[in-house]
């Protein structure tokens, strides 16, 4: 069972980065994919994207695409989201959690959620 574990949120200014990571544990394979979710204080749980672990696969949110990118370190077992331009409507905590690849664009097959990390955007 994949156990993922996030890190790298923070309190950043509007306009900054931030590179979130998101180390799995446990037994992975090739054909996983880790997707990223975000939940901002009162509002529903969102689907940012997913990276399967080869880096071959990748899938956007259309609304994040242009500031979002993934990326994969298979011998790390680690799918990093780089995140550019912050605005504060980013806000929220991160968290990430397991597919197989071949599901990486629906948001309800994801599973062994992590325990996110938070990032605040001060405008």
């Known amino acids: 069972q994949v156990r993922p574990v996030e890190s790298g949120g923070g309190l950043v200014q509007a306009g900054g980065s931030l590179r979130l990571s998101c180390a799995a544990s446990g037994r992975t394979f090739s054909d996983y994919a880790m997707g990223w979710f975000r939940q901002a204080p009162g509002k529903e749980r969102e689907f ?19 500031r979002f990118t993934f990326a994969s370190d298979d011998a790390k077992n680690t799918v990093s989201l780089q995140i550019n331009h912050l605005k504060p409507e980013d806000t929220a905590v991160y968290y990430c959690a397991s597919t197989d690849w071949m599901q990486i664009a629906d948001p309800t097959k994801f599973s062994n959620w992590g325990q996110g990390t938070q990032v605040t955007v001060s405008s």
Do not use: F, I, L, Q
């Not at 956007?60 to 242009?66: H, N, P």
């Open 48 to 66: 940012v994207g997913a990276c399967s672990w080869t880096g071959d696969h990748t899938y956007y949110r259309d609304s994040v695409k242009e």
